[in-house]
């Protein structure tokens, strides 16, 4: 399909420049050194080797720790080949509530709002990404809303969202 195809392309604009991408997703298929992720925008083989870092828990080289289902956000960057090869992984999944104090380009900083879940009010950055799923829309983010985020915990505490529930969408504002 074209969509397909589109995909196709963008994948081999990385691979041929060596830019570095972000895959968020689960993992969907293991194969050798292989791995499938599902995401939003459909599924992606990356290639691991002796060189990934993988952070789950502790940091391991390769991808031993994971297992089909998990949710990573993968760093990758082209090979040369047309294919992709995870630098690093991450694969510690947090979820947290809180409100957007300041929306700048594909970062939101936030201040997460203690409960049984997430027991700390503290800043975060958390990074959007072109498989952040949301509930609503991305443009319905606004300051001061309150929101909920799955993500994965990557360098420095950032979050690389995976998925973002604007509270309060669904629902009709009582006064």
């Known amino acids: 399909t074209m969509k397909s195809a589109l995909l196709i392309l963008t994948l081999g604009s990385f691979a041929a420049f060596g830019q570095h991408s972000t895959v968020i997703g689960s993992i969907d298929r293991i194969t050798g050194s292989d791995i499938t992720v599902r995401t939003p925008r459909g599924s992606f083989t990356i290639h691991t080797d002796d060189r990934t ?4 828990d502790k940091t391991y080289r390769g991808f031993s720790p994971l297992k089909l289902g998990d949710e990573i956000s993968a760093r990758c960057e082209g090979d040369g080949l047309g294919k992709l090869r995870a630098v690093k992984i991450w694969a510690s999944v947090i979820t947290f509530s809180a409100t957007i104090q300041y929306i700048k ?6 201040v997460t709002i203690p409960n049984s879940a997430y027991v700390r009010e503290e800043h975060r950055i958390v990074h959007l990404h072109r498989d952040t799923a949301f509930s609503t829309r991305r443009r319905d983010l606004v300051e001061g809303q309150e929101i909920q985020v799955v993500g994965l915990e990557v360098d420095n505490g950032t979050v690389d969202a995976a998925r973002i529930t604007i509270y309060n969408t669904d ?3 009582t006064k």
């Not at 870092?53 to 789950?56: S, V």
């Not at 380009?105 to 936030?110: F, G």
Request: charged share 40%.
């Open 53 to 56: 870092e993988t952070l789950k």
């Open 105 to 110: 380009e594909d970062n939101l900083e936030v």
């Open 171 to 173: 629902l009709p504002v």
